[in-house]
């Protein structure tokens, strides 16, 4: 069994080894810029890290884990186009550093590679490998356009918006670790629990995101603190902010996200002050916190050793423990 370190190592050879065509070079060159943007390659990491919980060697998954790179790369491609994002970890977005034409064809033949990676996956799992993967490509779709959807409407409920970001975050860390179980030979019943620990996880981990961009230490966290706020997003927070508001405070959060034009510091500031009378960051934490324990629930029900479990429970409490 190999250590995460050890298996970091093997993902960015990986990484460093994926081959595409040389040509057209407006149309591979922006592939390969995107997954040298680097990341923590997560969800890579865990079809690799579910393959060893279930006795099997990572290198088993590999390509599986590259599909997962790729697509979850492509996402990022055509999603920074809908947000009209013009840097991507500091950089600039592929759209932005060839053009959206190219952007949105690029992101089209990384759906190829990705499909081309799976292909290379032992025969004898092909067929769940492939309705994993395309159960999962499409739901971060469904997730997604719900979404842009949210950005039209204002009577948005938590519960829509909790299945918005299981569909659009959290059923991408599932399904890699299915991917992985899948490959190991695990049972169906273990696949579904692995997949139901990497749900809960991903949706424990957009919820601490929601906490962390309202408060975050800036020099920690690695992105604009109250973008969300900035640009009206419906989080859980403002979406829980509404639901218990009256008052003043439903003045306040009503007038803020109606201007047009404002000050950002001063919106920041007064959004947040309204979150503190109301204790919105205990109440998301507890959502969160509700959400992790499920999903350590569902992950003590695996039939594996503590032994072999211990690398993805480091991993996970690592991605829980971003400061505030």
């Given at each position: 069994m190999h250590t995460t370190e050890e298996l970091q190592q093997i993902l960015e050879k990986a990484i460093q080894n994926l081959k595409f065509p040389d040509q057209p070079k407006q149309?591979?060159?922006?592939?390969?810029?995107?997954?040298?943007?680097?990341?923590?390659?997560?969800?890579?990491?865990?079809?690799?890290?579910?393959?060893?919980?279930?006795?099997?060697?990572?290198?088993?998954?590999?390509?599986?884990?590259?599909?997962?790179?790729v697509f979850h790369n492509f996402t990022l491609v055509h999603d920074d186009i809908?947000?009209?994002?013009?840097?991507?970890?500091?950089?600039a977005t592929v759209h932005e550093k060839w053009s959206i034409n190219t952007a949105i064809l690029s992101?089209?033949?990384?759906?190829?590679?990705?499909?081309?990676?799976?292909?290379?996956?032992?025969?004898?799992?092909?067929?769940?490998?492939?309705?994993?993967?395309?159960?999962?490509?499409?739901?971060?779709?469904?997730?997604?356009?719900?979404?842009?959807?949210?950005e039209m409407r204002d009577d948005v409920s938590i519960e829509e918006y909790i299945n918005m970001i299981r569909l659009k975050t959290a059923v991408l860390l599932g399904g890699a670790l299915k991917l992985g179980a899948i490959i190991a030979g695990a049972s169906e019943k273990d696949?579904?629990?692995?997949?139901?620990?990497?749900?809960?996880?991903?949706?424990?981990?957009?919820?601490?995101?929601?906490?962390?961009?309202?408060?975050?230490?800036?020099?920690?966290?690695?992105k604009q603190v109250g973008g969300d706020i900035i640009a009206n997003k419906k989080t859980f927070l403002l979406l829980k902010?509404?639901?218990?508001?009256?008052?003043?405070?439903?003045?306040?959060?009503?007038?803020?996200?109606?201007?047009?034009?404002?000050?950002?510091?001063?919106?920041?500031?007064?959004i947040k002050q309204v979150y503190n009378t109301l204790d919105i960051q205990n109440i998301a934490k507890e959502s969160m916190n509700d959400y992790l324990q499920k999903a350590l629930v569902v992950f003590k029900q695996i039939s594996a050793?503590?032994?072999?479990?211990?690398?993805?429970?480091?991993?996970?409490?690592?991605?829980?423990?971003?400061?505030?």
């Open positions: 149309l591979y060159d922006p592939i390969t810029y995107i997954i040298n943007l680097g990341g923590k390659r997560i969800r890579p990491l865990l079809v690799l890290l579910a393959t060893e919980l279930f006795g099997k060697d990572a290198h088993d998954s590999i390509d599986a884990a590259m599909a997962i790179e809908m947000d009209n994002a013009p840097l991507r970890r500091g950089k992101g089209d033949v990384m759906m190829v590679e990705a499909n081309k990676n799976l292909a290379k996956v032992n025969p004898v799992f092909l067929k769940d490998v492939l309705n994993t993967f395309n159960a999962t490509a499409q739901g971060v779709c469904e997730g997604q356009q719900l979404d842009m959807e949210f696949a579904d629990l692995i997949y139901q620990f990497g749900e809960n996880i991903g949706i424990a981990f957009q919820l601490q995101d929601d906490i962390l961009d309202v408060y975050a230490d800036p020099e920690k966290f690695g902010a509404f639901e218990l508001a009256d008052g003043e405070n439903k003045n306040s959060l009503d007038s803020w996200t109606g201007y047009k034009e404002f000050d950002s510091k001063e919106k920041v500031e007064t050793t503590e032994d072999a479990k211990q690398n993805l429970l480091t991993l996970t409490n690592q991605l829980m423990a971003r400061e505030y």
